[in-house]
């Protein structure tokens, strides 16, 4: 990659999460764009967003038959043929489902450090309960054992049919854990063995925000890009009844209540929390820097909720995207305007550093 030229590389990105957000904000800025498929789930990109004369955002697209296909060497030729800067996202880390692999032999160029990804696994050492307790940031209290349950508590599990989904359920008491859990495993919904990976952690109560953040390394700058909070399948459902048909359907156990997510939604904060919101992302990123070298490059989000106190309002982390976020509605959301005269997405955000670095000879800074 001996060109400064931006039109002399291409922007991939698997397709699927924020994908098309990716393209967009890239196409905005220059770059070329490519969108690796599989079959089946190919035509968001290579027919409806698909570039032609002045719209569209994916101007090729990299169909393989799985996208874990991407490790085969033969197919890394392709885009490094291509003066290809890979984006990862949550589908990527998913798909791939091999955290080595992604650092050892996936040899295509990555905007972002590559080795933060694996933290977002709670099973694998360290991980974000350790990024959030070196940063001193409030998180969740976790149980190991189903028995010191003492307070309403939200259980994931990995499905069984598709293990990079987790299935969730509430209980506040070790019987409730039991029965809950026995009844999800006679549904073929979870079984005993993903059951011995569960993470139980306290259900916070409060208001749901995501703090989608973007940490430049060329400029030592930490920026809220936007907020946004999520939209979660039958639970969205659920909640839209009368408090006595909400009442019914629990108890007479008539749906599995799932929080998958369908979607998000713009949301603001308070002007009050965005001084707590920096604060935590700035020491999420000194954490990151120690535990994760070089630490963190690009965006990252901070799942948050909202309490009340006493005394005030505190800002609780439940869960960490370290990488790029899945919400692109984020740029409907003001924060990035009042820092760049202009609303920008996520992906856009990305293009405009790595075109910067391209600009000042700077590039091996921001991949690994």
């Known amino acids: 990659m001996k060109s400064n030229s931006v039109k002399d590389y291409t922007i991939a ?30 035509k968001t990109y290579s027919n409806y967003y698909k570039s032609r004369k002045s719209i569209g955002c994916v101007d090729e697209v990299l169909e393989l038959p799985k996208f874990r296909d991407l490790l085969n060497v033969d197919n890394q030729k392709i885009l490094n043929s291509k ?38 696994e709670r099973t694998i050492k360290p991980n974000q309960y350790d990024i959030l307790n070196k940063a001193g940031i409030k998180y969740p209290k976790s149980f190991k054992n189903p028995k010191d349950i003492d307070r309403l508590v939200i259980v994931k599990v990995p499905e069984k049919e598709r293990g990079f989904e987790r299935a969730f359920f509430l209980v506040n008491n070790p019987s409730g854990y039991t029965h809950e859990s026995q009844r999800l495993i006679n549904l073929g919904l979870i079984t005993k063995k993903s059951l011995e990976g569960a993470v139980i952690e306290e259900f916070v109560l409060g208001v749901q925000i995501n703090f989608n953040f973007f940490y430049s390394t060329l400029n030592n700058r930490l920026e809220l890009i936007g907020t946004d909070t999520r939209r979660q399948t039958n639970l ?18 008539l ?11 713009a ?10 919101a920096f604060e935590a992302g700035e020491n999420f990123v000194k954490a990151c820097k120690k535990l994760f070298a070089p630490g963190v490059i690009g965006p990252f ?3 948050s909720v909202i309490t009340p106190g006493p005394p ?34 996520m992906g ?12 000042s000879n700077r590039l091996e800074e921001i991949l690994t």
Do not use: W
């Not at 839209?240 to 156990?253: G, T």
């Not at 749906?255 to 998000?264: F, L, T, W």
């Not at 976020?325 to 984020?330: E, L």
């Open 13 to 42: 990105v698997i397709g699927s999460h924020s994908a098309l957000d990716v393209c967009r904000g890239a196409k905005d800025e220059g770059f070329k764009t490519l969108v690796v498929v599989e079959p089946g789930r190919d």
């Open 83 to 120: 003066n290809t800067i890979f984006i990862p996202h949550r589908s990527f880390e998913v798909y791939i489902n091999n955290y080595d692999a992604i650092e050892n032999n996936f040899k295509v160029p990555m905007f972002g450090n590559k080795k933060l990804l694996r933290s977002e």
């Open 236 to 253: 969205d459902g659920l909640l839209r009844l009368s408090s006595n048909l909400q009442q019914k359907v629990l108890q007479d156990n």
């Open 255 to 265: 749906i599995n209540v799932k929080y998958e997510e369908a979607g998000h939604i």
């Open 267 to 276: 949301v603001t904060s308070l002007e009050s929390l965005l001084e707590l």
């Open 301 to 303: 989000s901070l799942q």
């Open 312 to 345: 005030k309002k505190e800002i609780v982390v439940f869960d960490v995207s370290p990488r790029m976020p899945g919400s692109p509605g984020i740029a409907a959301t003001p924060y990035s305007k009042y820092l760049f005269g202009e609303s920008l997405s």
């Open 348 to 359: 856009r955000r990305v293009a405009m550093e790595i075109k910067e670095a391209l600009k």
